[in-house]
Structures are given as structure tokens and as C-alpha cells.
């Protein structure tokens, strides 16, 4: 068996560098936890990017995997399958959405919403062809391709890959006068995420997202939520949406729709949205395949049946008491909802990688996201114990400089 050295070599070697990971080369996961090639075990305080929150290797979700993998995994869209129906039937059910389109990553529901609801715009609304504008905001996330990294404002995204497709205005996040003032008659949509996730965990002012809802309504704008990080109970609801009292006009999720067993995202909408969208105007070769839908519905009925959610809340609430209470010259600040938050250390603490490393040599794997923060998601299932036990290595880890 190759060392971790070597397997870290040959990556270095052969793979691209668009990922700079943790040197720990992980082999097993359940649940919360993951065991590295050398038999250590860490707790999981990233959830592959808030995608695991039925945590490793959920039980249920495999067996639905393996039966529908043995029967049928991918048909296309040129024919029907069986879980298809079944698929929209829960989500709608759970969401309360009028239309459902399956899509495989996250980036492509985002794609699809741009395409659907600049279709709307000129169809539904009357805006004059190739005029549609959405918002957007500084700092958002919403994916990799060229379409989506056009408006992002981070260089990292954005500088070196142009040219970008127009459209698109961008108004700094959880500033409502901003987002009125950018507003025209070609406004088709708003695209936000309700909390922004890779910016740092950024919550939005109270009361943000209310006058949102009523701009957008009052200006028949469609508001897009993008829900992919924040959807599917990290932050303890189904959707984030509900901590604002609003509803979406179009809501994206991905991620957790698989419980990290395969790439599962779709489109929620009302019926008007992504009723625009005829045959042969959008599609994809695995979106709404067999396989996907039938992991989705059972990710889904562990998330809502194994009492996940309302896990989230209380653990959320736990961790964040118990960061909050740690004395620290070099934390700032520690934010989040649910069981998405964040740590924000000051500059002079140099930076959250090493923090990162040193949670790393205590058994946790933790992430750090634009320089000075440490984000901290672990999947849903966490129990008190072991958040008690995690507070214990933040705690030993910031307070020991
Ligand atoms: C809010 C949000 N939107 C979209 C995406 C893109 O998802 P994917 O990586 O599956 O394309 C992410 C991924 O981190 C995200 O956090």
C-alpha cells in the first residue's frame, strides 16, 4: 500500500493544483467521522462542503443506492424511468414547489436558473430580447463555470478567465437601498444565497430578506435563492428561507440532496418560472437519471424522518454557545446559524490554516475560508458529546496562543 507521502506525491505530480487540501489522505467515513490511510480518525467539521449532512455513508441511502443500481441506473431523458416522478412527487411535497428540474452539481441548477428565468423575463415579463439583468451580490458563491464566475468579485474566481457573459449587476450583500437602486425594468431576477457560505458564513441583517421579498414582488422580479450550502437543514430548518419568514420564487439545492453519495442538485420553482422551458431548450444527459433520484429520495427521507434537522438547531445552538464562550485575545467573532458557523480570528493571529493544522493534530478536521476564518460544519447527526468534545479542541487550539 502506498505511503501518505507518496499518494500526497503523486497527486502533486499529476494532479491540478486548483485545490490546496490538508495534508490528511482520508479512506473511510461513518457518520460524523473519517479515518485517514494510517487508522487516525478525525470529526468531520466540513461535510464536504455542507454535501454529507446525513453524515458518511448514511446506511439507508446506501442500500437505496445499491437496489436501484442493481435495476437501472441512467435511461436518459429520451425515455422515462421510474424514480423520476416519485423524486418530484417528495420534493414538491417537502418543499412546496409547483416544478421540479433535476440537474447533477450545483453550478448547473444555477446555470439553469439563469437560462429559465431570463426565458421568463422575455416571455413572461416583456423585457426587450438580450436586455434581462439579475442581481447579484459581492461576495457570492455560486459555482465554477464561466457563466457564474463572470460575476463573481473574488479574483481568485473571477481574474484570468474572461471573456464573461453581460447581465449581470452586482450590489453589495445585505444592503437593501443598494439592491433598490439597482433595479430597472429589465431586472428578470435577484440570485442570492440567504447566507453566504464560502464568503465566511456572512448572515444578512435582520429584516434584510423581508424587504427583498417585497422589492422583488412589488417589481416582478423573481427571487432566486440559492439554498445549495444553506438548504437542507444545516442551518436548522429545511430551508433558510424560513428563518427570514419569505418564500422564493425559484429555490436551488444540491449537496446534501445525495448526502454526498452522488452529484444530485435541481431546480424548485413555481409553475411560471420553469414552465417557460420546452423540449430541447434545457438539459442534461444524467440530470434525473434513476440512480440519482432514488439516492435523493431516500437522502431526503433520512434528513426529514431521522429528526436531522431539529438536530441541527440544537447542536447549532450548543456549538455556537460553547464558541462563543471561549476566551480568546485572537478570536473576533464567531456567527453562523444552525450548524453552519464560522470563526473569525483577528489578523494578527496569522492566519486560520495553522489553527486548521493544529485542529487537525486533535483529531478534527476543520476548514479555512478567505485567510482568517475557520468554518465549522459537521454533519447533522452530531451528537452533544461530541460537539462537547469538540468544543474542547477549539477551545485548547485558539486559547493556546
Ligand atoms: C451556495 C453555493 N452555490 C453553488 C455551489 C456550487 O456547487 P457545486 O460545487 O456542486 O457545483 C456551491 C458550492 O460550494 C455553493 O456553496
Given at each position: 500500500?502506498?505511503?501518505?507521502?507518496?499518494?500526497?506525491?503523486?497527486?502533486?505530480?499529476?494532479?491540478?493544483?486548483?485545490?490546496?487540501?490538508?495534508?490528511?489522505?482520508?479512506?473511510?467515513?461513518?457518520?460524523?467521522f473519517?479515518?485517514?490511510?494510517?487508522?487516525?480518525?478525525?470529526?468531520?467539521?466540513?461535510?464536504?462542503?455542507?454535501?454529507?449532512?446525513?453524515?458518511?455513508?448514511?446506511?439507508?441511502?446506501?442500500?437505496?443506492?445499491?437496489?436501484?443500481?442493481?435495476?437501472?441506473?441512467?435511461?436518459?431523458?429520451?425515455?422515462?424511468?421510474?424514480?423520476?416522478a416519485?423524486?418530484?412527487?417528495?420534493?414538491?411535497?417537502?418543499?412546496?414547489?409547483?416544478?421540479?428540474?433535476?440537474?447533477?452539481?450545483?453550478?448547473?441548477?444555477?446555470?439553469?436558473?439563469?437560462?429559465?428565468?431570463?426565458?421568463?423575463?422575455?416571455?413572461?415579463?416583456?423585457?426587450?430580447?438580450?436586455?434581462?439583468?439579475?442581481?447579484?451580490?459581492?461576495?457570492?458563491?455560486?459555482?465554477?463555470?464561466?457563466?457564474?464566475?463572470?460575476?463573481?468579485?473574488?479574483?481568485?474566481?473571477?481574474?484570468?478567465?474572461?471573456?464573461?457573459?453581460?447581465?449581470?449587476?452586482?450590489?453589495?450583500?445585505?444592503?437593501?437601498?443598494?439592491?433598490?437602486?439597482?433595479?430597472?425594468?429589465?431586472?428578470?431576477?435577484?440570485?442570492?444565497?440567504?447566507?453566504?457560505?464560502?464568503?465566511?458564513?456572512?448572515?444578512?441583517?435582520?429584516?434584510?430578506?423581508?424587504?427583498?421579498?417585497?422589492?422583488?414582488?412589488?417589481?416582478?422580479?423573481?427571487?432566486?435563492?440559492?439554498?445549495?450550502?444553506?438548504?437542507?437543514?444545516?442551518t436548522?430548518?429545511?430551508?433558510?428561507?424560513?428563518?427570514?419568514?419569505?418564500?422564493?420564487?425559484v429555490t436551488?439545492i444540491?449537496?446534501?440532496?445525495?448526502?454526498?453519495?452522488?452529484?444530485?442538485?435541481?431546480?424548485?420553482?413555481?409553475?411560471?418560472?420553469?414552465?417557460?422551458?420546452?423540449?430541447?431548450?434545457?438539459?442534461?444527459?444524467f440530470?434525473?437519471?434513476?440512480?440519482?433520484c432514488?439516492?435523493?429520495?431516500?437522502?431526503?427521507?433520512?434528513?426529514?424522518?431521522?429528526?436531522?434537522?431539529?438536530?441541527?438547531?440544537?447542536?447549532?445552538?450548543?456549538?455556537?454557545?460553547?464558541?462563543?464562550?471561549?476566551?480568546?485575545?485572537?478570536?473576533?467573532?464567531?456567527?453562523?446559524?444552525?450548524?453552519?458557523?464560522?470563526?473569525?480570528?483577528?489578523?494578527?493571529?496569522?492566519?486560520?490554516?495553522?489553527?486548521?493544522?493544529?485542529?487537525?493534530?486533535?483529531?478534527?478536521?476543520?476548514?479555512?475560508?478567505?485567510?482568517?476564518?475557520?468554518?465549522?460544519?459537521?454533519?447533522?447527526?452530531?451528537?452533544?458529546?461530541?460537539?462537547?468534545?469538540?468544543?474542547?479542541?477549539?477551545?485548547?487550539?485558539?486559547?493556546?496562543?
Amino acid at each position: 500500500m502506498k505511503t501518505t507521502a507518496a499518494l500526497i506525491e503523486t497527486e502533486h505530480l499529476l494532479g491540478a493544483h486548483n485545490y490546496k487540501p490538508l495534508d490528511v489522505v482520508l479512506t473511510r467515513g461513518e457518520g460524523v467521522f473519517v479515518w485517514d490511510i494510517e487508522g487516525n480518525r478525525y470529526l468531520d467539521c466540513l461535510s464536504a462542503y455542507s454535501a454529507v449532512n446525513q453524515g458518511h455513508c448514511h446506511p439507508m441511502i446506501f442500500k437505496a443506492m445499491m437496489e436501484q443500481a442493481q435495476k437501472l441506473t441512467l435511461t436518459s431523458r429520451a425515455f422515462r424511468n421510474d424514480q423520476l416522478a416519485l423524486f418530484y412527487e417528495e420534493v414538491a411535497a417537502l418543499t412546496g414547489s409547483h416544478k421540479v428540474l433535476p440537474m447533477n452539481s450545483g453550478a448547473e441548477a444555477v446555470e439553469t436558473a439563469i437560462k429559465a428565468v431570463r426565458k421568463w423575463g422575455y416571455e413572461v415579463k416583456g423585457v426587450a430580447a438580450d436586455q434581462a439583468e439579475i442581481i447579484v451580490c459581492s461576495n457570492n458563491f455560486h459555482g465554477r463555470t464561466i457563466g457564474i464566475v463572470g460575476f463573481s468579485t473574488d479574483p481568485d474566481s473571477h481574474d484570468g478567465f474572461g471573456p464573461f457573459a453581460p447581465g449581470f449587476k452586482i450590489v453589495p450583500f445585505g444592503d437593501i437601498d443598494a439592491f433598490r437602486a439597482a433595479i430597472s425594468e429589465n431586472t428578470v431576477a435577484f440570485l442570492v444565497e440567504p447566507i453566504q457560505g464560502e464568503a465566511g458564513v456572512i448572515v444578512p441583517p435582520a429584516g434584510y430578506f423581508a424587504a427583498v421579498r417585497e422589492l422583488c414582488t412589488k417589481h416582478g422580479i423573481t427571487l432566486v435563492l440559492d439554498e445549495i450550502q444553506t438548504g437542507l437543514g444545516r442551518t436548522g430548518k429545511l430551508l433558510a428561507e424560513e428563518h427570514e419568514g419569505i418564500e422564493a420564487d425559484v429555490t436551488l439545492i444540491g449537496k446534501a440532496l445525495s448526502g454526498g453519495f452522488y452529484p444530485v442538485s435541481a431546480v424548485l420553482s413555481n409553475s411560471e418560472v420553469l414552465g417557460v422551458l420546452k423540449p430541447g431548450q434545457h438539459g442534461s444527459t444524467f440530470g434525473g437519471n434513476p440512480l440519482a433520484c432514488a439516492i435523493a429520495r431516500a437522502a431526503l427521507k433520512v434528513l426529514t424522518e431521522e429528526g436531522m434537522i431539529e438536530n441541527s438547531a440544537l447542536m447549532g445552538e450548543r456549538f455556537m454557545k460553547g464558541l462563543t464562550d471561549i476566551r480568546s485575545n485572537i478570536i473576533k467573532e464567531v456567527r453562523g446559524r444552525g450548524l453552519m458557523l464560522a470563526v473569525e480570528l483577528v489578523p494578527e493571529a496569522g492566519g486560520a490554516r495553522k489553527y486548521c493544522e493544529a485542529l487537525k493534530a486533535r483529531g478534527i478536521l476543520a476548514k479555512d475560508t478567505h485567510g482568517d476564518t475557520i468554518r465549522i460544519a459537521p454533519p447533522l447527526v452530531i451528537t452533544a458529546t461530541e460537539v462537547d468534545w469538540a468544543l474542547e479542541q477549539f477551545a485548547a487550539v485558539l486559547a493556546s496562543t
